[in-house]
């Protein structure tokens, strides 16, 4: 059985003395009450900036745990190309349910976005506490699906904001390249599948520095919406035949695109 994978802050690792702590308590309680682990047990620590720490557990009670270090190693699950993608405010548990898949499918960025027709809202005040819980949500993907980093999350925005922000024009890769492709997921419209649009590139051109991504909420994207986003450089796109629910084509246009570059 793999040894568990945590992500911890900097702070709770201190290489130098081959020691890690743990004071989350829910953390703590996790390992205690979920996984009965118990010290001579192994684990794998990330700190969520590529490095990983295999472990073993010497200590754990019900405030606290460590563990010491028996190996350092690169940490390794995040695709090489990244693609972010722009994901609308959605009812019930469906915005999280996404924001779960496209964390384990390999997204590099969630902006969560508020267009002409979104039906949801945040009420004043929350967004905090949202966004915290989004950030939960994301964290113990990227712990199941073994990701060496956890992708952020950006406070809500509008979509005009976004598009006219420079947000996607500040996704540099590994190699430090800017500007990408964008691609702006627009039902019925008059618009290339996305595959037709990646495959139309030049023979032997060099992959895009980037990809960005826009899907529309539930209601779609308004006209003027779309007209921004164009003239802004974005490129409508479409994800097949079938009108698909926000969460799906989010879901589906990630895994389109990383069925494309081979991961």
Not at 64 to 73: G, L, N, P, V, Y
Not at 88 to 106: D, I, M, N, V, Y
Not at 206 to 219: L, N, R
Request: proline letters at 8%; glycine letters at 8%; hydrophobic letters at 40%.
């Amino acid at each position: 059985m793999a040894a568990p994978r945590f992500f911890l802050p900097s702070s709770s690792i201190d290489p130098r003395l081959g020691r890690v702590a743990i004071s989350d308590r829910e953390l703590v309680r996790q390992m205690r009450k979920v996984l009965r682990a118990s010290p001579g047990d192994q684990l794998s620590v990330l700190d969520g900036q590529g490095r990983l720490y295999r472990c073993v557990l010497t200590r754990l009670d019900a405030l606290a745990a460590e563990a010491r270090i028996t190996a350092e190693e690169e940490a390794k699950g995040d695709p090489e190309q990244p693609v972010a993608m722009a994901l609308p405010l959605l009812k019930g548990g469906r915005f999280e349910w996404a924001l779960q898949k496209l964390t384990e499918l390999g997204v590099s960025r969630v902006v969560p976005i508020l267009a002409e027709r979104s039906v949801v809202r945040i009420d004043a005040g929350k967004e905090g506490a949202k966004l915290r819980r989004w950030q939960a949500i994301m964290k113990e993907a990227a712990e199941q699906c073994e990701r060496a980093t956890i992708p952020p999350i950006v406070e809500p925005l509008s979509l005009r904001t976004a598009i006219q922000s420079g947000l996607f024009s500040r996704l540099p890769d590994k190699a430090g390249k800017g500007l990408g492709l964008r691609l702006l997921c627009a039902e019925r419209r008059d618009a290339p599948l996305m595959r037709e649009l990646i495959d139309s590139s030049p023979a032997g051109a060099p992959p895009p520095g980037s990809i960005s991504v826009i899907v529309g909420p539930e209601g779609g994207l308004a006209d003027d919406e779309v007209t921004l986003a164009c003239q802004q450089g974005w490129q409508p796109v479409s994800l097949g035949p079938r009108i698909l629910r926000a969460e799906t084509a989010a879901v589906c246009a990630i895994a389109q695109l990383r069925g494309f570059m081979g991961d």
